[in-house]
C-alpha cells in the first residue's frame, strides 16, 4: 500500500506487492489532495481503525498481509477456511481500506482511490475461484464507489495488472512461465514502475474525468 498526504509526505510499508508501487511515491508530487492507494493489506477490523487515524495524524500507515496457498485447487476442492481468508484479505481487506479513507476524503473536500485489481477481475481462471471473485469483487466496488461519491470530489478507480515481475509471480514464473507468455501478446512479464506510471496517471489531475475505471496494464493480455 502506498500513501501520500497532502502532497507532502508519503509512506510504503507491508505489501507484498511493494515493489509495484515505488513509482506511485511520485504521486505526492502531482496530486493536490490526499491520494491513498488501497491494495489488499487489511485483515480485519481492528487495524483499520487502528493505522488509519496513525496515518490521517501523520501521514504514515503501516499494514499487514497473509497469503493463503490454495494453488491447483478447483472451485470444489477448496476449504471453507482457505475461501474465507482470500476473500477476506482481497476483497473485505479493500473495503475495510475504503471504508476508512473515504471520511477523511469527505471532511477534506475531495480525494482520489485507486484500488488494486486484477486481470483475474475481467476473467475467470481456473484453479483460482477464490481470488476471481475477490477481484471482481474489488472492481464492483471500484465502480459502485465512484458513482456514489462523484459529487463529493472523489474519483474511484482500479489498476488491473497482468502478469508482473514481483516476488508474488516468481514461483508461478519458475514452473509455467514459458506457457503463459505465449498469451502475452507483448511476450514478456510487466515491471512494477509499469503499474506505477499507471497510478501515478489516475492519481494525477491529467486524469481528474476519469472515475470508475478498471484499466488493465498487461501487456495485452486481454485483448486475445
Known amino acids: 500500500m502506498t500513501i501520500t498526504h497532502d502532497s507532502t509526505r508519503s509512506s510504503l510499508r507491508g505489501s507484498r506487492r511493494s515493489e509495484w508501487w515505488n513509482m506511485a511515491l ?17 485483515d480485519g ?14 501521514g504514515d500507515w503501516e499494514a499487514s498481509i497473509t497469503v493463503v496457498d490454495a494453488a491447483g485447487k478447483k472451485t470444489h476442492e ?18 475495510l481500506c475504503m471504508k476508512h479513507e473515504i471520511p477523511q476524503m ?7 482511490i485507486v484500488n488494486t485489481g486484477s486481470i483475474a477481475g475481467l ?6 475461484s477464490a481470488y476471481v471473485a475477490a477481484k471482481h469483487g ?7 464507489a465512484a458513482l456514489e461519491y462523484a459529487t463529493d470530489k472523489i474519483r ?13 509471480t516468481e514461483d508461478t514464473m519458475r514452473r509455467r512461465g514459458t ?29 481528474s474525468y476519469v472515475s470508475g475505471a478498471c484499466y488493465n496494464v498487461d501487456g495485452g493480455y486481454m485483448a486475445i
Do not use: H
Request: aromatic share 10%.
Open 138 to 144: 474489488v472492481l464492483g466496488l471500484t465502480k459502485t
Open 78 to 95: 477448496w476449504s471453507d477456511e482457505a475461501f474465507d481468508r482470500m476473500i477476506a484479505v482481497n476483497l473485505r481487506g479493500v473495503w
Open 45 to 58: 477490523v481492528w487495524q483499520a481503525e487502528c493505522w488509519f487515524p496513525q496515518y490521517s495524524q501523520q
Open 179 to 207: 506457457e503463459l507468455m505465449t498469451k502475452v501478446p507483448f511476450g514478456r512479464m510487466g515491471k512494477p514502475e509499469e503499474i506505477g506510471e499507471m497510478v501515478l496517471w489516475f492519481c494525477s489531475d491529467r486524469a
Open 123 to 128: 476473467i475467470g481462471l481456473p484453479t483460482s
Open 26 to 42: 511520485k504521486a505526492s508530487s502531482v496530486s493536490k489532495t490526499m491520494t491513498l492507494i488501497s491494495g489488499t493489506p487489511l
Open 106 to 112: 469527505l471532511a477534506q473536500g475531495g480525494g482520489v
Open 156 to 168: 474511484v478507480n482500479a489498476v488491473c495488472p497482468g502478469y508482473i515481475e514481483t516476488k508474488m
